[in-house]
């Protein structure tokens, strides 16, 4: 006995075909869609199958593929029974599939067994004839037999349509075509029939359906029964069919979409007797629309340009951005080759590139420049795409592109910043580093000299610092502008950073031309700056480096050259200097001297010796003097001229300082303990330490160390400093005399000071300088300097102080001119407290 799979979604086909099998001595299995099938098979596997085609769910010829492509169900005979499928055509697709037979309907019972046992009686078939290489033209003969026959229903339906009554065929082609659900409303009873499809399309099993139309109307969505009654109401009354689109809601919530469409069937009276029609669930077309809305407003609103062209490259649309970006309407440009927007920046080689890439992998992308309508060129990131039909071959291009004009500015300008300096808008340190090199390599090349210029601005700082950094910003222009208007178009020059200006000299005859620049370049920075109704003086100091003498590379080069500017600047300022190997020597003792001088700072290789400062009127000692020594294991005694200056070009000198101020009032606490003390003890004071270094904190924190009184501790600030920033000197001076401590002005008269600010410095003591001391007894001018000072002095209610008085008789001329006290090597060298 063997056993078949009977697949058919007619319950009267399975009555039938059941009847007839078992009647033979058959077992029949039965199911009502392909998918069931499957299911029933792989879980017992029939000895025949027999199938009908158009099935919901899964049809008979999706069943038939999947059939034949299991490895347990492949050898088992497929035989198709159809009524619908009937032309040679659909019998060849279906043996195409692996079918092993197709009987059409209707049929003599005797042949159908007949068949069915010549394949249940049959050896094993052979391979389905099929091949992996055939399956999309199997898949493109199948979906053609699909609509095939479905326009065939549907032409079927329409006809049906229009008869008067509703037959079984008419709601049978109806449900086979379109999945649509029947419906049939009795007006004189007002009961309506639904058909299976329908139920399900309103989300609902046929027996959950009443038959009443306010069941039927609470399935619609509340905002839309109005509009379909409306609808329904205008067919009946201008006797018109009934066609609308509405929402139903599923017992679940969600909501769905469907079309209605229906006639009134009228007595010969012409009054409606029935309204009968069908209902088809669109919700899958209404999203597909949703998204194609939502495409096209994505495509028109966009901030990038889309162009789309046909498979000749002539374009059939543009969106908003496309015109504003290029300013061509779409009306300007459709069915022209997008060539015309080329800007002629790019050759043939380019597009044969291009087009060569697009028609190998169907994108191509990167960077490109076109032409506005305007006739101004612009850079655009442009992506370019290949759309295909089902068979694979171009129907259109896409072409989807970015302005990236603003980008580039801004590129542009960040290029500007990293390599140029923002104020003077010269090349900066990095930039003018890479320019450098450049130079040396064609100097190297052409066999000719390159110079490089080192130039510092003298006196900028104070300026800086008095008037403000607006005024110093401004200061720094005009000089940019200064030292350009000097060069020649091939020379360059760049700024480091704060006063520091480095130039290079390219193309040089000889070392005379680069000092024939920096003589005119000291020239011109040292003329008036008139700037806010002020007129500022500073100078210029340069260092010159020559390639390939002075070094062969860009490193050694800078480092000659600065070396060369030091020179300049302990010189004097205002002049220039070329390096020297003598110069570089000196470099390197220096940064050797400055790395001892560390050492020094942390190993307690220096001390402090005090010289005494006495009264002229009677030789008491009244204070002294404290004076740092250093005595270097490696050097031996170094003199403070040459440690001092060091320790304040590094900023050694504010924790040298700080070191002195706290040993001072150290042994001015051990001379008190003793009964030895002095009137005060006097500290020197670098304007660097005031400047960079915390003074207040580190005056407060030695008095407390120490426990010595403020009075007692004397503050010497160079007259230098005062006048260099006047008002920053009011400030802390009198903060300091707040404080207690005594203040005096060292040096007095080497400097220029302003009798104005002179007279508001809350001073003690004027120290005459000893340059005129030493000189008076033999200058006129020397004596009439220190004659002025003592009586300046006086006249302020200062005491003045003469340093460097060396005989007796300095002694003695000096207390006739009325000085108060001296100091120098007559009254005591300095010695060790």
């Given amino acids: 006995m063997s056993r078949i799979l009977v697949v058919d979604d007619h319950q009267e086909n399975h009555y039938l075909l059941r009847a007839l099998f078992e009647g033979h ?52 005979p497929f035989v198709f029974y159809t009524a619908t499928y009937t032309d040679s055509q659909d019998e060849a697709f279906a043996l195409s599939l692996g079918a092993d037979a197709f009987i059409v309907k209707p049929i003599e019972p005797e042949e159908l067994l007949a068949t069915v046992n010549r394949q249940l009686t049959r050896d094993a078939p052979p391979e389905p004839a099929i091949q992996p290489a055939d399956e999309a033209i199997v898949l493109k003969e199948y979906n053609a037999v699909l609509i095939h026959k479905l326009e065939q229903k549907m032409d079927q339906l329409e006809a049906a349509s229009q008869r008067a009554y ?6 049978a082609l109806a449900l086979e075509a379109a999945e649509a659900g029947i419906w049939d409303w009795d007006l004189a009873s007002g009961h309506i029939v639904w058909s299976d499809a329908h139920a399900r399309i309103f989300g609902l099993k046929s027996e959950q359906f009443d038959g009443r139309y306010e069941t039927f109307r609470r399935c619609v969505h509340p905002d839309d029964i109005q509009a379909l009654e409306d609808q329904v109401e205008a067919a009946r009354a201008r006797h018109l069919d009934y066609q609308h689109e509405f929402r139903v809601v599923w017992p679940d919530g969600s909501i769905h979409w469907v079309a209605g469409r229906g006639r009134f069937l009228r007595d010969e009276s012409g009054n409606p007797m029935r309204m009968c029609g069908a209902v088809t669930d669109i919700s899958q077309r209404k999203a597909d629309e949703a998204r194609l809305h939502l495409a096209a407003a994505v495509f028109q609103h966009s901030n990038e340009g889309v162009t789309i062209t046909d498979a000749d490259v002539r374009i059939v649309a543009v969106n908003a951005a496309f015109t504003r970006i290029t300013g061509y309407r ?76 603003d980008i580039k500015s801004i590129q542009e300008q960040l290029d500007v910043l990293a390599h140029h300096d923002p104020l003077t808008g010269l090349p900066n340190r ?26 510092d601005l003298d006196r900028f700082k104070n300026i800086n610092d008095s008037f403000g950094h607006p005024v110093g910003d401004r200061l720094l222009v005009k000089t940019a502008q200064r030292i350009k208007n000097v060069l020649r178009d091939i020379d360059l020059v760049a700024r480091i950073g704060g006063d520091e200006f480095n130039i290079i000299l390219d193309r040089l005859g000889d070392a005379r031309e680069a000092a024939m620049v920096a003589e005119r370049l000291i020239a011109v920075i040292s003329e008036p700056f008139e700037i806010e109704s002020n007129t500022f003086y500073v100078g210029a100091s340069i260092g010159i480096a020559l390639y390939p003498l002075d070094g062969g590379d860009a490193q050694t080069l800078q480092s000659n050259a600065d070396t060369a500017l030091y020179q300049a600047k302990g010189e004097g300022r205002g002049t220039y200097r070329f390096f020297a190997t003598a110069l570089a020597e000196a470099a390197k003792e220096c940064m050797a001297l400055e790395t001892l001088l560390r050492q020094a700072l942390n190993s307690q290789q220096l001390e402090l010796h005090y010289q005494p400062q006495v009264s002229l009127s009677d030789g008491r000692v009244i204070g002294v003097e404290a004076l740092a020594r250093w005595n270097s294991p490696h050097l031996g005694m170094i003199s403070p001229a040459r440690f001092i200056p060091l320790a304040e070009e590094t900023g050694l000198i504010v924790p040298l300082g700080e070191w002195a101020l706290t040993t001072a009032c150290r042994q001015m606490r051990d001379w008190l303990a003793a009964g030895k003390a002095p009137g005060y003890v006097a500290v020197n004071v670098s304007a660097v330490q005031l400047t960079r270094g915390d003074l207040m904190a580190a005056v407060r924190a030695a008095l407390a160390e120490s426990g010595i009184e403020p009075g007692q501790l004397e503050l010497e600030i160079t007259e230098s400093f005062v006048m260099g920033d006047p008002e920053a000197a009011v400030r802390l001076l009198t903060e300091l005399k707040e404080l207690g401590v005594r ?42 300097i220190v004659r002025a000072v003592i009586a300046l002095g006086h006249s302020l209610g200062l005491e003045a102080l003469a340093e460097g008085v060396e005989t007796a008789a300095h002694a003695e001329r000096l207390m006739a001119l009325g000085c108060n006290s001296a100091q120098g090597w007559h009254y005591g060298r300095p010695a060790p407290g």
Avoid at 31 to 54: C, E, F
Avoid at 349 to 374: C, M, P, V
Avoid at 445 to 451: F, K, L, N, W
């Fill in 430 to 455: 990095r930039l003018f580093h890479e320019l450098l090199q450049l130079s040396i390599q064609r100097a190297n090349r052409e066999h000719d000299q390159v110079a490089l210029l080192f130039i």
């Fill in 330 to 405: 779409e009306e300007e440009v459709l069915g022209k080759n997008p060539r015309f927007l080329q800007s002629g920046r790019h050759d043939r080689n380019f597009y044969t590139t291009l087009w060569s890439k697009l028609r190998a992998t169907g994108h191509w992308q990167g960077e490109i420049w076109d032409r506005r309508k305007d006739g101004t060129v612009y850079p655009e990131l442009l992506s370019i795409s290949t759309v295909c039909d089902p068979t694979g071959k171009i129907v259109n291009y896409l072409g989807v592109f970015t302005d990236l004009s």
């Fill in 743 to 784: 203040i005096a002005i060292d040096d007095f008269g080497t400097g220029y000071s302003s009798l104005a600010y002179l007279k508001r410095l809350p001073v003690d003591l004027l120290k005459v300088d000893q340059g005129f001391v030493r000189g008076m007894l033999v200058d006129a001018n020397d004596e009439a």
């Fill in 25 to 76: 001595g058959h077992r029949v299995d039965e199911a009502s869609n392909g998918a069931d099938a499957l299911i029933a098979a792989r879980r017992a596997p029939p000895d025949l199958i027999v199938a009908d085609i158009l099935m919901p769910v899964m049809d008979g010829f999706q069943l038939c593929r999947e059939w034949k492509a299991d490895a347990r169900l492949g050898q088992i």
């Fill in 166 to 171: 509703l037959t079984q065929e008419r709601l």
